[in-house]
């Protein structure tokens, strides 16, 4: 069965240090990759997504990127984080066409 | 621009009710419709689904009923339980991408 991992569970980082949040997916080929942000009190907002390596779209410009070096392995960073990064950070998955996506446990990012 | 709505932030229902979770969608070109339900300090989970071609699914306790000419689908959970009580986010398909509303708080108290 598929098993997504998402580290850490929870961050703290002061403003202006950098982040690398870490995704990977086990027993499926070829998944379609997505990261997601949940800001306090609203819904889930799509920030980058991926439909293989080295493929990646941004949905909304920020002082965020994403990599995906290998085919089950999705990377979420910053250079310098800002306050408003904070959030909980979901990654999730869906294969081929389906329309279901499947999410990881999240990360809490507090930036201080 | 909130393409897809949920216009309660919260609901409270007695266990062994009814419970009825609404979403407004403005975008026509949506063709595929998703509940999920959320824990505290979780990923949310899949829980139903529905193709814009049909008018209700059902899977055991829940229902989901889209009228598309309103722009309007609801969750249907009955009997509700305690195990019920958790965020509810609906989210509608466009191309590959998934747009979510703000979440219903649901509560279901004894």
């Known amino acids: 069965s598929q098993t997504i991992h998402q580290w850490p569970a929870t961050l703290v980082q002061p403003v202006g240090s950098p982040l690398s949040l870490e995704c990977t997916v086990e027993g499926t080929s070829n998944p379609n990759l997505y990261w997601y942000r949940q800001a306090a009190g609203r819904g889930l907002q799509l920030l980058f997504y991926?439909?293989?390596?080295?493929?990646i779209s941004s949905e909304v410009p920020q002082n965020l990127s994403a990599s995906r070096p290998q085919d089950r392995q999705f990377i979420l960073s910053s250079k310098k984080l800002l306050l408003s990064d904070s959030g909980f950070y979901l990654c999730a998955w869906s294969v081929g066409n389906a329309y279901e996506q499947y999410f990881g446990p999240g990360t809490r990012l507090t930036v201080t | 621009d909130q393409q897809v709505k949920q216009n309660s932030p919260s609901l409270s229902v007695q266990e062994g009710r009814i419970s009825i979770l609404n979403c407004d969608y403005t975008n026509s070109m949506f063709d595929y419709f998703l509940w999920y339900k959320k824990y505290p300090a979780e990923g949310p989970t899949f829980l139903i689904s529905?193709?814009?071609?049909?008018d209700k699914n059902e899977d055991g306790r829940f229902t989901v009923f889209l009228n598309k000419s309103a722009k309007h689908l609801s969750l249907h959970i009955v009997p509700s339980q305690p195990g019920d009580s958790a965020v509810y986010f609906c989210?509608?398909?466009?191309?590959?991408?998934?747009?979510f509303g703000t979440g219903t708080r649901l509560q279901v108290f004894p």
């Open positions: 529905i193709s814009s071609i049909k």
């Open positions: 991926s439909v293989g390596i080295g493929q």
């Open positions: 989210a509608a398909s466009y191309t590959d991408k998934l747009i």
